[in-house]
């Protein structure tokens, strides 16, 4: 098996784009939810979300280009094409057949379809030619092949929530096996809309805590009343350690474990049992014991029914260590992307292992004695080993009962 290193990163979300300005946020705990401005919001009970402000299509599509490209496309492109500067590959080195795209998302070309259809039923408005190319849950993955010249397997995931992980955990499977030699991998959705937003409401899922909206997200505080639905992408750039050795790149971290399944028992509530043989098939997949585990990037939604799911699976797997082991959610700050979520969550992972910092659950409040593990709620803390490597968890767990967990490393001897 070969091993596969992490060598580029791109990211675009409510907090800010670049790898350096989000992660600093981060360990700052600046929260990216604010007041929805982009549609009218009077009949919602939930108006805020987590747009991506400081992004700005125009660096990069022209006019032509934008007018082609759905949001989402937009988001996964730029975070691509960043994650493949950052890598040092935008020279000629991704235009071949050992160069694949894998994109998780949840809701695809959403905005696009709202405008059709609203075209459409109201009998007036612009009905494009475009609109499927727009709209395909694959028009992200293809545009970047077409972007970037990617020439290899060009896949796309919907797996919910998780589909940004999943997307990375079988991108890092395809390299490790020797399928293809590299993989720009994430996840990337746009799902703050009209529609969207009103069904999210019927469900009665969405935190309704909007004043002030960045303090709606809650995660694991006993008066949490849901999520905040937010934007973004999150896109890596994987290869082997040994090509990235040789190209002398920086390598962030090494991913060595994956794990998926299928709680197969209802549809929107998770359960704990499909959650944990996740994170145990990821430690079995990297060869970790739950012992080095030093840090958990918790899925973390901020739902009455998530968090304590997730809070029984890591006590399942981790036993009475569970409360010893730092567990912290970004989606108190970004809210929650929706098919973006694990892909920008696994970055987060990879950027705290490198900087052995780890980014705070804020917002916490109330402590719920169904959620009593550590979810470092003072403010960013430092990352230590627990053995000779730091190894950390990252979580992904969506509707239908998807579950992925991906496991990275930031040995010492992976740049050696």
Known sequence: MRRVAVTGIGLITPVGVGRERVFQALIEGRSGISRIEGFDISALKTTMSGICRDFRPEDFFDE?????LDRVSQLAIAAAESAARDARMDNGLLDNYDT?????????????VEEYCGAYFNGHGRRTAIAIPKAMYN????????????????????TACSSGANAIGQAFHMIRYGQ????????????VTPVVMDAWKDMRVLSTKNDPPERACKPFSANRDGFVLSEGAGIVVLETIESARERGAHIYAEIIGYGATADASHITFPDSEGEAHAILRALRDAAV?????????????ATKLNDISETEALKKVFGSRAREIPVSSIKSMLG??????????????VLAIESKKIPPTINY?????????????????????TAARIAALSNSFGFGGNNAVLVATGSNDITA
């Open 289 to 301: 014991q739950p012992e080095e585990i030093a840090y958990v990037n918790a899925h973390g939604t």
């Open 336 to 349: 929650h992307s929706m098919g973006a979520s694990g892909a920008i969550e696994f970055i987060a992972t």
């Open 365 to 385: 409040e109330e402590a719920d004695p169904q959620c009593d593990l550590d979810y470092v709620t003072e403010g960013a803390r430092e990352l230590k080993a």
């Open 180 to 191: 293809t030699e590299r993989m720009i991998a994430g996840g990337a959705d746009a799902p």
């Open 139 to 158: 028009a992200a993955s293809s545009n970047i092949a077409i972007r970037l010249k990617t020439r290899g397997p060009n896949i796309t995931l919907s």
């Open 64 to 68: 032509r280009e934008k007018t082609r």
């Open 100 to 112: 694949g795209v894998i994109i998780g998302t949840g809701f695809g070309g959403q905005e696009s």
